[in-house]
Structure formats: C-alpha cells, structure tokens
C-alpha cells in the first residue's frame, strides 16, 4: 500500500501562483510514475500532469507553458507549481502513483482561483 497526503491548495486571485506537494509514503518502492489530476464541481476528473521514475514530464495542453510537475525523491515528494491561474483552473486536485498493476490517491486539496 502507498499513502498519499496532498497539501498547499488554498485560495488565489487570476494570475497568483500556488504549489501544490504530495508526499508518499508506505510501499514507495517501484513507483514507475506519479500524476496530478484534477476535478472541477460537475465535471469528471482530467489528468493534469505526469512524470515518470526517470524524469519525463507530461502535461494536459490546458496547462502547458503555466503548471511545472517535479519531484524529490529523497524526499518522497512530488510538486505541481502552477502559475498564471485562471478561474476554470479551480477544482481538486489529486495526486497519484502507479505502481505494478495499482493505482493509488490521495485524498485531494482544493484550489480556487478567484477574485
């Protein structure tokens, strides 16, 4: 089992930034990638980023040139830093790993962007 524990959500205006970090602990080992995603109020939840064990980076185009994923291994922590938000940004965001044949989540922070 993998346990996950998102923080750093909040509130901001259009065009602050926020970081969100994720911090796994547990069963860590054989992590092959770790995701945040993210699910606004009536809408299904949508893959925002990616990054692999061995560094390589995905992201949706909605956030591309804006949200950075990253993540310390030493740490066992992986971070979303997102700037220039927008309003359709806001909604919960979840960390993920995939591991084996598994799945595993977080319990999701909220982010609002509004003035």
């Known amino acids: 089992q993998v346990q996950l524990v998102e923080s750093g959500g909040g509130l901001v205006q259009p065009g602050g930034s926020l970081r969100l970090s994720c911090a796994a602990s547990?069963?860590?080992?054989?992590?092959?990638?770790m995701d945040w995603a993210r699910q606004a109020p009536e809408k299904q939840r949508e893959l925002v980023a990616s990054?692999?064990?061995?560094?390589?980076?995905n992201y949706a185009d909605s956030v591309k040139g804006r949200f950075t994923i990253s993540r310390d291994n030493a740490k066992n922590t992986m971070y979303l830093q997102m700037n220039s938000l927008k309003p359709g940004d806001t909604g919960v965001y979840y960390c993920?790993?995939?591991?084996?044949?598994?799945?595993?989540w977080g319990q999701g922070t909220q982010v609002t962007v509004s003035s």
């Open positions: 990054i692999t064990s061995g560094g390589s980076t």
């Open positions: 993920s790993v995939r591991k084996s044949s598994s799945t595993y």
């Open positions: 547990g069963s860590i080992f054989g992590i092959y990638a």
